[in-house]
């Protein structure tokens, strides 16, 4: 793998082991405060309990009654509380927001469900009125400490949408730039490629007229390596521009693009096409940038088998109620670790002295960015071959 990779995968663990960190270290602080915050309300709760029992066992018109009424029990703004008896009839409550309009026998089943809440959260509050009767305080927690204990989940669940957004919003600005890339790189190729092309098919049709080389074999082997440039010249075009799909055959594609290899490789790579559909068989597809593809795969095949082996090609139904068709292609090489099965489709990656590492990457762009395929690692064992499928639109 190529360094800038190593380095990028560092980049995005770091980030994740960040935010992880980050999260933590808000969830821990946010827990201390509600901590904090939830004891100070028991604190005032207490409080609110003793100066309830005070002012139940103190002459009404003490002025010690009118200040603790009126600075602790009606101050009380945050925190719902229910006052009831020993028989569960509710008394007296406060910071409870009821909805409007309530018949008498809805507020008390209302304020019997609440009830129910508050002890499920805390238990109730004895006051004790002497003789052996006794009031109960339910309350629970305030508004605002509801809302710091999921704050963190709020705040982690925000960070983590932004984050989503903020990647997929890197990803497609990423491809692209790397699709302008490949575009602009592709209509310069096809441009320089077309002046020296020019001329040499000038050169061809004269050598051709001329009584002197008409008969001479590298008139024949100049028209070849011209219409070879041609090709590779409509491949550029075709990428440097959206190309037009038709419906092939794609067993003749795969035929005729195995042809052109079988002279140009080691005479020790068999090469095999099959068909396990009804003859004739279509795909969507541009026939020029199909058999790149094709050309290759084959190629990295060759390559991986060091010269010597067997490659196959099996046309099947790829799937999807046979809306697709699947072209796989399997050699005898070396095979491909699992760690590095995602990692062959990268622009740069390569296992060769020589060489640039675009044609996997460069195949799987034609097959997913211009035929809206697949292209993927179906099998691969290290020492015993490997498998790409090439799922096709039928």
């Excluded at 995005?12 to 270290?25: F, T, W, Y």
């Excluded at 003793?50 to 009654?65: G, H, Q, Y």
């Excluded at 790579?269 to 199909?290: D, H, I, M, R």
């Excluded at 084959?298 to 088998?305: E, H, L, R």
Aim: net charge positive.
């Amino acid at each position: 793998m190529l360094p800038i990779y190593d380095q990028k995968s560092r980049i995005k663990l770091l980030i994740v082991v960040l935010a992880l960190v980050i999260g933590a270290v808000t969830v821990i602080y946010t827990n201390l405060l509600v901590s904090r915050l939830s004891e100070r309300e028991q604190q005032q709760i207490d409080l609110y309990a003793k100066a309830l029992r005070f002012t139940i066992n103190t002459e009404s018109d003490d002025a010690n009654v009118q200040f603790v009424s009126t600075e602790i029990i009606v101050g009380n703004k945050t925190i719902p509380v229910i006052w009831a008896d020993a028989d569960g009839n509710v008394l007296d409550y406060r910071n409870l927001n009821l909805p409007a309009r309530l018949s008498e026998e809805d507020r008390d089943q209302y304020l019997r469900l609440e009830i129910a809440e508050m002890r499920a959260q805390h238990p109730p509050i004895v006051v004790e009125l002497g003789a052996g009767a006794r009031n109960y305080i339910y309350y629970k927690d305030s508004l605002i400490l509801g809302q710091l204990r999921t704050y963190p989940l709020v705040q982690l669940a925000v960070i983590a949408s932004l984050g989503i957004i903020a990647y997929f919003a890197f990803s497609y600005s990423r491809r692209a730039e790397q699709n302008r890339v490949w575009v602009g790189l592709a209509k310069e190729t096809a441009h320089q490629l077309g002046t020296p092309l020019s001329s040499l098919m000038a050169w061809q049709s004269y050598l051709k007229e001329s009584e002197r080389f008409r008969d001479e074999p590298i008139v024949e082997e100049l028209a070849k390596d011209i219409r070879r440039l041609e090709i590779i010249t409509e491949r550029f075009s075709n990428i440097g521009s959206v190309p037009i799909l038709r419906d092939e055959d794609i067993y003749q594609v795969a035929e005729r693009a195995v042809d052109y290899l079988k002279v140009r490789v080691s005479r020790k790579v068999a090469f095999k096409v099959e068909s396990l559909l009804e003859p004739g068989t279509t795909a969507k597809v541009n026939v020029p940038l199909l058999e790149w593809v094709i050309e290759n795969i084959c190629k990295n095949a060759v390559d991986a088998m060091d010269g010597r082996g067997s490659i196959t090609l099996i046309i099947r139904h790829g799937g999807r109620q046979n809306k697709q068709i699947a072209l796989d292609i399997t050699d005898t090489g070396k095979g491909i670790p699992k760690s590095k099965i995602e990692t062959v489709f990268q622009p740069g990656y390569t296992t060769k002295k020589r060489g640039w590492g675009l044609g996997l990457a460069l195949a799987r762009r034609i097959v997913e960015n211009y035929h809206n395929g697949r292209l993927y690692v179906r099998w691969s064992e290290v020492s015993k071959g490997t498998t790409f499928r090439v799922l096709l639109n039928a």
